[in-house]
């Protein structure tokens, strides 16, 4: 027998499944910058980070990602009676800093000499700004030639994109000119006398004499004029990476005889 007028059946309980939403102030943050997350959620009792994050946490509320130097995603489920929502996900993407270059050559270089500077950024870079041994604004790319150096010097290039900021330096340096003493003693001397002549050089790898003298000689060192009839000048010519330096001294001899041919 089949009732023509049955009960209604009882209509199912809906599932009240547990739902989550995650956002950001934003997904775009310059380098070491920072956004805040922010998430809530219906129909559950717990939410669990998972990811670029981690832990219990509470149906709703917000964080910081704090610095942030690369990309990194965020995942977040929340938990209820009726089971578990789907996993929400978001990305923080971030903004690189720009790279570039500053090089020079030649480095090293000699005294009063000159150095081609040269450097490059990335595509995202808006600006650059030198400083230090030179200044101003510059091109993302370019080179640029610094004579007359007289001492070592350093040179920085502050470069700028949404990332943030580099700064990229290089030191040329300048190689000194030879230095030291040349000196004569005793000075001055009688007629027919003679004087010791000397020398001492850093940073030079070689000497010559002229003048009143001719040769190699060491960088340092000592030697006689010899017996000396009339005043006499010597040159001494000392070379190095740095360039050449000329130092000279006079001797005068005393009590030359009349008439004699100086």
């Given at each position: 027998?089949?009732?023509?007028?049955?009960?209604?059946?009882?209509?199912?309980?809906?599932?009240?499944?547990?739902?989550?939403?995650?956002?950001?102030?934003?997904?775009?943050?310059?380098?070491?910058?920072?956004?805040?997350?922010?998430?809530?959620?219906?129909?559950?009792?717990?939410?669990?980070?998972?990811?670029?994050?981690?832990?219990?946490?509470?149906?709703?509320?917000?964080?910081?990602?704090?610095?942030?130097?690369?990309?990194?995603?965020?995942?977040?489920?929340?938990?209820?009676?009726?089971?578990?929502?789907?996993?929400?996900?978001?990305?923080?993407?971030?903004?690189?800093?720009?790279?570039?270059?500053?090089?020079?050559?030649?480095?090293?270089?000699?005294?009063?000499?000159?150095?081609?500077?040269?450097?490059?950024?990335?595509?995202?870079?808006?600006?650059?700004?030198?400083?230090?041994?030179?200044?101003g604004e510059k091109k993302i790319?370019?080179?640029?030639?610094?004579?007359?150096?007289?001492?070592?010097?350093?040179?920085?290039?502050?470069?700028?994109?949404?990332?943030?900021?580099?700064?990229?330096?290089?030191?040329?340096?300048?190689?000194?000119?030879?230095?030291?003493?040349?000196?004569?003693?005793?000075?001055?001397?009688?007629?027919?006398?003679?004087?010791?002549?000397?020398?001492?050089?850093?940073?030079?790898?070689?000497?010559?004499?002229?003048?009143?003298?001719?040769?190699?000689?060491?960088?340092?060192?000592?030697?006689?004029t010899g017996a000396l009839a009339?005043?006499?000048?010597?040159?001494?010519?000392?070379?190095?990476?740095?360039?050449?330096?000329?130092?000279?001294?006079?001797?005068?001899?005393?009590?030359?005889?009349?008439?004699?041919?100086?």
């Amino acid at each position: 027998f089949v009732d023509p007028f049955p009960e209604p059946l009882a209509p199912r309980p809906e599932i009240a499944y547990p739902k989550a939403v995650l956002s950001a102030d934003s997904t775009i943050v310059p380098y070491n910058g920072q956004a805040v997350l922010s998430w809530s959620s219906v129909n559950s009792t717990s939410c669990v980070a998972l990811d670029g994050w981690e832990g219990k946490q509470a149906t709703s509320g917000t964080i910081s990602t704090g610095p942030l130097t690369s990309a990194r995603t965020y995942d977040l489920k929340c938990i209820g009676g009726d089971g578990e929502s789907s996993v929400e996900s978001l990305t923080v993407n971030v903004i690189p800093l720009p790279t570039g270059t500053l090089t020079a050559s030649p480095n090293p270089i000699p005294y009063n000499g000159s150095t081609m500077l040269t450097w490059s950024s990335s595509d995202e870079t808006e600006s650059c700004t030198a400083s230090g041994a030179w200044n101003g604004e510059k091109k993302i790319a370019g080179n640029q030639k610094e004579s007359g150096l007289l001492s070592t010097k350093t040179y920085l290039l502050k470069c700028t994109s949404p990332g943030g900021s580099t700064v990229s330096s290089v030191t040329v340096s300048v190689v000194p000119l030879p230095s030291g003493s040349f000196s004569v003693e005793p000075n001055p001397v009688p007629y027919k006398g003679s004087a010791t002549l000397a020398w001492s050089s850093s940073d030079a790898t070689v000497c010559d004499a002229s003048g009143s003298w001719r040769g190699k000689k060491a960088t340092a060192g000592t030697e006689s004029t010899g017996a000396l009839a009339s005043s006499k000048t010597y040159t001494l010519r000392c070379t190095g990476r740095g360039g050449v330096t000329s130092k000279s001294v006079t001797v005068r001899v005393l009590g030359v005889p009349k008439g004699t041919l100086v």
